[in-house]
């Protein structure tokens, strides 16, 4: 998947920009937020949370 798709910044963004944007994303599917979803929601979440999470990784390591 694309990683700036995953994470909304543009090419060459520094690090700064990456964990901030990061940080927005990631608090959407945080645990307490989807907790009283539905079961089917709450895997959304999960599986968004990996990708981002994956995304930032690859992000961090491609800026560093």
């Known amino acids: ?7 909304p910044i543009s090419a060459g ?6 964990k901030k944007a990061y940080r927005e994303k990631i608090v959407q599917y945080h645990p307490d937020k ?3 979803m539905a079961p089917e929601f709450r895997e959304l979440a999960e599986r968004k949370s990996k990708e981002l999470n994956l995304a930032y990784e690859k992000l961090l390591d491609l800026a560093a």
């Open 13 to 18: 963004s520094s690090l700064e920009t990456i």
């Open 1 to 7: 998947f694309p990683l700036h798709a995953a994470i």
């Open 34 to 36: 989807v907790a009283m």
